[in-house]
C-alpha cells in the first residue's frame, strides 16, 4: 500500500526519509550518479556585500575593472 508521502529513491526504489530534499537515496551508487558538483565564484568588493555567481556569468567573463566606474 503506497502513500501520498513516501519518497523513493529514483535510482535504487528504495524507501526515503519524506523529508529528504532529494530525490536518490544516500547509498554510494545512488548518491554518485545524483550528484551535481556546482561552481561559484565569490566576487569581493571593498566595504560591501561580496557576490556570489556561477564562472560563466557576465560580471565574471567581462574582464574589466569597475575600478573608477562612473
Known amino acids: 500500500m503506497s502513500s501520498d508521502t513516501e519518497n523513493r529513491c529514483v535510482y535504487c526504489n528504495e524507501l526515503m526519509h519524506p523529508d529528504r530534499p532529494y530525490n536518490y537515496?544516500?547509498?554510494?551508487?545512488?548518491?554518485?550518479?545524483?550528484?551535481?558538483?556546482?561552481e561559484y565564484v565569490i566576487l569581493g568588493v571593498h566595504k560591501s556585500t561580496p557576490i556570489i555567481c556561477a564562472p560563466t556569468d557576465d560580471l565574471v567573463s567581462a574582464n574589466r575593472s569597475y575600478m573608477?566606474?562612473?
Not at 537515496?25 to 556546482?38: D, H, N
Open 25 to 38: 537515496c544516500t547509498e554510494p551508487a545512488c548518491y554518485k550518479q545524483g550528484f551535481k558538483q556546482t
Open 68 to 70: 573608477n566606474a562612473k
